[in-house]
């Protein structure tokens, strides 16, 4: 099935699934600009069904983070 989080950020970034990873961040990839950064949220928040707030979004600054606060609320990623 693959990593629906993964497959998520290579959607919305327009990369290749196989180029990411939980150390992708805006740092290491220049197509996760603040634009993407927007459109990143509104993908997550409907792909999972879920609801994040601003604290939650600014703590996402990788996969691997964005990961971790899913769990947190309890959301299998």
């Known amino acids: 099935m693959g990593d629906a989080l993964i497959q ?4 919305v970034l327009d990369v290749d699934a196989a180029e990411l990873n939980d150390n992708t961040s805006p740092d ?3 197509k996760w600009d603040s ?4 459109n990143l949220v509104a993908a997550i928040e409907d792909t999972f069904d879920v609801r994040l707030s601003t604290k939650e979004i600014m703590k996402m600054s990788s996969i ?9 609320k309890n959301v299998k990623v």
């Open 28 to 30: 290491n990839l220049s």
């Open 8 to 11: 998520l950020f290579s959607e």
């Open 64 to 72: 691997g983070l964005a990961r971790k606060t899913l769990q947190e």
């Open 35 to 38: 634009l993407a950064a927007m």
